[in-house]
């Protein structure tokens, strides 16, 4: 069997025009390539007459995790999830907070490289539940992803995608089949936003989040940065909280996270705690269950509460849980009410801590 240059991964989305370009059909964008040009990802080519891959078995660094981080608070807490990514992002927010890796135009010969196998193994050795990909959006490198996921269920590792669900429909089904949870990244709630802010659409999000919740088991929790002035107004929040029970439901956790000036927008200020708790309360009263604030310290409102009796569940302090009263099967231990999630035992006890790693 002959070996694939991983140089130029081979990849399937696109179909080949009369006049000799190429369409990718991996996301909406659909990018028409000449030979040799890049995707708006930039790491998906036109390569002699296909679109290929050009970062297949390398990453901007690998880093252990407390699953909280990812965000996802209902994805065995307070286990540990080895997280990875690679270069390149297929939306350009200005807002971007990972720029340095979702930006870059050098990093494919200057980050660390490892094939599935080795990911997957070094994700079992350090004792991690999970592997997550991160970073930039894991759509972009799908064939990379896919390839670690299968080799990190073989091991008996979850895989989860953190990503902004920005994807085509038959790539969607394939590359979602591979994953046990998602953070999905809902970055606004108006295509005006999408258009101005990340040069992209919002359709396409909400096609994404639709088909996880109707014709998936995978669990998934949603996270919208708020940003002064862009997308926390009175009324977005409203829309966006009314869709989400109306299309999800109400056990879907939603997290509101706190801007901070980055990238293109470094004279927006940080969005103040009373943003957040704001947004909170709105989706709360829409009937949401389980409602946070991130990127902030606040106790209250980054723990959980039980829909039922109201008790809080599981404190959190940043990434650091405390007082924890769920049974091994996720279910309140004052009321027994069934919290939404996916429990395994007790809590974990990875804590905050961050663990780079690195191959060789």
Same mark, same amino acid.
């Given at each position: %069997?002959?070996?694939?240059n ?23 964008h ?5 030979e040799?040009?890049? =995707?708006n990802c930039?790491?998906? %080519? ?6 290929v ?24 807490? =307070? ?10 992002c ?11 890796i ?12 490892? %094939?599935p ?9 350090a ?21 670690v ?8 590792v979850?895989?989860i ?28 709630f ?6 101005k ?28 940065l ?6 926390d107004s ?5 829309? %966006? ?12 956790p ?18 103040p ?19 946070y604030?991130g990127?902030v ?9 039980c ?8 404190e959190?302090?940043?990434y650091?849980? =405390? ?5 091994d ?8 009410y ?5 429990f395994?035992?007790?809590? =974990? ?10 191959f060789?």
């Amino acid at each position: %069997m002959n070996t694939p240059n991983l140089d130029y991964f081979p990849t399937k989305y696109w179909t080949k025009l009369a006049d000799g370009r190429v369409t990718c059909t991996l996301c909406p964008h659909k990018c028409t390539l000449r030979e040799g040009k890049r =995707g708006n990802c930039f790491v998906r %080519m036109h390569q002699q007459g296909e679109i290929v891959l050009t970062t297949y078995g390398r990453s901007s660094g690998f880093c252990i995790d407390p699953i909280e981080k990812k965000p996802l608070n209902h994805f065995y807490p =307070g286990s540990s999830v080895m997280s990875f990514g690679t270069a390149g992002c297929n939306l350009s927010c200005n807002f971007c907070q990972n720029w340095d890796i979702s930006k870059s135009r050098e990093i494919d010969t200057l980050c660390d490289s490892a %094939m599935p196998e080795t990911i997957a193994n070094a994700a079992l050795a350090a004792g991690c539940k999970s592997i997550a990909y991160t970073y930039n959006d894991p759509v972009i490198f799908l064939e990379y992803a896919i390839d670690v996921a299968v080799a990190a269920k073989a091991v008996g590792v979850k895989n989860i995608a953190v990503t902004a669900g920005y994807i085509c429909d038959e790539p969607r089904r394939e590359f979602f089949s591979y994953m046990d949870a998602a953070n999905i990244d809902l970055k606004g709630f108006t295509e005006q936003f999408y258009h101005k802010i990340c040069h992209g659409q919002l359709q396409p999000v909400l096609d994404t989040l639709c088909y996880l919740k109707n014709d998936t088991q995978l669990w998934f929790e949603i996270t919208t940065l708020l940003i002064p002035g862009e997308n926390d107004s009175d009324q977005e929040l409203h829309a %966006m909280c009314q869709w989400i029970v109306e299309h999800l439901g109400q056990d879907v956790p939603l997290h509101f996270s706190a801007f901070h000036p980055d990238f293109k927008m470094l004279n927006t200020p940080a969005t103040p705690l009373a943003t957040l708790l704001k947004a909170r309360s709105i989706a709360l009263n829409y009937g949401m269950h389980f409602v946070y604030c991130g990127n902030v310290s606040d106790v209250k409102s980054d723990s959980t509460y039980c829909p039922n009796c109201h008790q809080r569940v599981i404190e959190r302090n940043w990434y650091q849980l =405390g007082q924890y009263q769920l049974d091994d099967n996720g279910h309140c231990q004052h009321c027994h009410y069934p919290l939404a999630g996916v429990f395994d035992g007790q809590k =974990g006890d990875f804590g905050r801590q961050r663990l780079p790693i690195h191959f060789i």
